[in-house]
């Protein structure tokens, strides 16, 4: 039966590199994060990301981050794959619960979901999902 997790998380560590790659506005960079989540998803992560900007603009970034703490009273960790874009000025963010990584209770997950940013700036999940 898949499951429907929501809640917030806040960056407490955002430390990007020098871009790597500059040409005309276009430059790629490399960002290390670190979050804590609440919510149905309880618990910290660190991610590794890689971004895309035109001038001072995010435009996309895809990243490999792992969670560790709970979900619905289960304690484990497991590994997303995100992938962030924009369309007509619209941002995007998805990510993928990668299989195979699920720890602890987390062993055998598997899902996927969405990353909101609100007017605010703060950021909120959503989390569909299945533990086999």
Known sequence: MTKHATGTFVLDVFDADEPYDVHQETKIARVH???TFSGDLTGTSTAELLTVATGETPRAYVAIERFEGSLDGRSGGFVLQHNAGGENGEPWLSWKI???TGTGDLAGITGEGQIIIGPDGGHSYTL?????
């Open 128 to 132: 569909d999902y299945t533990i086999a």
């Open 98 to 100: 990668t299989e195979g």
């Open 33 to 35: 994060v670190e979050k």
